[in-house]
C-alpha cells in the first residue's frame, strides 16, 4: 500500500495484476514443475508403461502387414507405396499416435462426480495447463519408449525412410502441434458431459470420424479423393497424416508450410472452443452446485 496526494491509501497495482513478464514466468515454471513431475511417475510404473507401448505395436503391425502384402501383390507397391514406405509410415504413426494419447472427454464424468473438477477450480491457472503440462511429460518417456521399439521394427521390415534436414525439424513441431490441437478439441469435446451425462454416442462419432478421415488406417494417399478433400476442414489430418507424411513423405516444402500453418490455425479453434465452453460450462456447474 502506498499514501496519495490526498492522505487515502491505494492498492499496489503490481500485486494485484502482476505483470504479463511475472506471470508467464510462473506458467512456464509450472509447466517444468508438471512435466517433470510426470516423467517420474511414468518411469516408476516403467514396466507398465513399456508394456502399454509394446500393446499399441500391434495395430501398427497388422496394417503394416496388409498393406505389405497387398504392395507385393500388385507388383511392388500400391500407388507409390512400397514395403518399405509403408514400413516407415506405420513406424513413425506409433510414435505419433503414442504423442496423440491425451485426456480422454470420457474422464469429464468422473472428474465432476469424483469432485476432482471442484477441487480444480481452486487453483490459480485454467485448468487445462495441469492437464497440457502433465501429459507433455509423459510424452518425453513415451519417446524414450519407442526408440528400442522402432529399433526392432525397422529390423524385421526395413523402412524406407530419408527425411531432409527440413522434414525433420517440420515434424519436430508437428508432432507437438498435433499434441496440443488433439488436446484442445477434446477437452472442448469432454465439457458437453456438463449438460448431459449422454454423451457416448457423440464422442463415438467422434472418434469413428477421426478414423476414418485421419490417415490412422491408411496413407491418406490411398485415400478416395472426396475423403482427402475433405479431411481439410477437420483437425484429424494434421494431428495424424501431417506429422507422419512431414517425415515419411512424399511432401514438397510447400506442403510443408501448409500444414504447419493448418496447425497454426486449428490451435488457434481449439483455444477459442475452450475459452467458449470452458465459461457456460463453469457457469452452469456453479449454478447445479448451487
Known amino acids: 500500500m502506498s499514501p496519495s496526494a490526498g492522505g487515502a ?3 499496489d497495482a503490481s500485486l494485484t495484476n502482476p505483470p504479463v513478464e511475472s506471470r508467464t514466468r510462473a506458467l512456464a515454471s509450472m509447466y517444468a514443475t508438471l512435466m517433470r513431475t510426470s516423467v517420474i511417475e511414468q518411469f ?3 514396466a507398465a508403461a513399456y508394456f ?5 505395436v500391434v495395430e501398427p503391425v497388422i496394417y503394416l502387414v496388409v498393406w505389405s502384402t497387398i504392395a507385393r501383390s500388385q507388383g511392388g507397391s500400391v500407388e507409390g507405396f512400397t514395403p518399405g514406405t509403408f514400413a516407415a509410415y506405420y513406424i513413425v504413426w506409433m510414435l505419433v499416435r503414442n504423442v496423440n494419447i491425451v485426456f480422454t ?13 471442484a477441487g480444480q477450480l481452486l487453483k490459480p491457472v485454467h485448468p487445462i495447463h495441469y492437464d497440457l503440462g502433465y501429459f507433455a511429460g509423459s510424452k518425453l518417456v513415451v519417446i524414450v519408449l519407442w526408440l528400442p521399439i522402432a529399433g526392432a521394427l525397422s529390423l524385421a521390415f526395413h523402412p524406407s525412410l530419408y527425411p531432409t534436414l527440413l522434414q525433420g525439424v517440420v515434424f519436430f513441431f508437428a508432432i507437438w502441434g498435433a499434441y496440443l490441437i488433439r488436446s484442445l478439441v477434446l477437452w472442448a469435446l469432454g465439457l458437453i458431459t456438463f449438460w448431459t451425462t449422454r454423451v457416448s454416442a457423440i464422442y463415438e462419432a467422434y472418434f469413428l470420424a477421426e478414423l476414418l478421415l485421419s490417415g490412422r488406417l491408411v496413407p491418406m494417399q490411398l485415400m478416395p479423393e472426396w475423403a482427402q ?3 481439410w476442414a477437420f483437425p484429424f489430418r494434421w494431428t495424424f497424416a501431417f506429422p507422419i507424411t512431414a517425415l515419411t513423405g512424399p511432401i514438397t516444402e510447400r506442403e510443408l508450410l501448409e500444414g504447419l500453418c493448418m ?3 486449428w490451435i488457434a479453434v481449439g483455444t477459442l472452443l475452450v475459452a467458449l465452453v470452458w465459461k457456460r460450462a463453469v457457469a452452469r456447474f456453479s449454478s447445479v452446485g448451487g
Open 9 to 11: 491509501t491505494t492498492t
Open 44 to 46: 516408476q510404473y516403467r
Open 52 to 56: 502399454y507401448m509394446i500393446g499399441m
Open 105 to 117: 472427454p470420457f474422464g469429464w464424468e468422473w472428474r465432476i462426480k469424483e469432485g476432482n473438477f
Open 229 to 231: 478433400n475433405l479431411s
Open 263 to 265: 496447425q497454426a490455425v
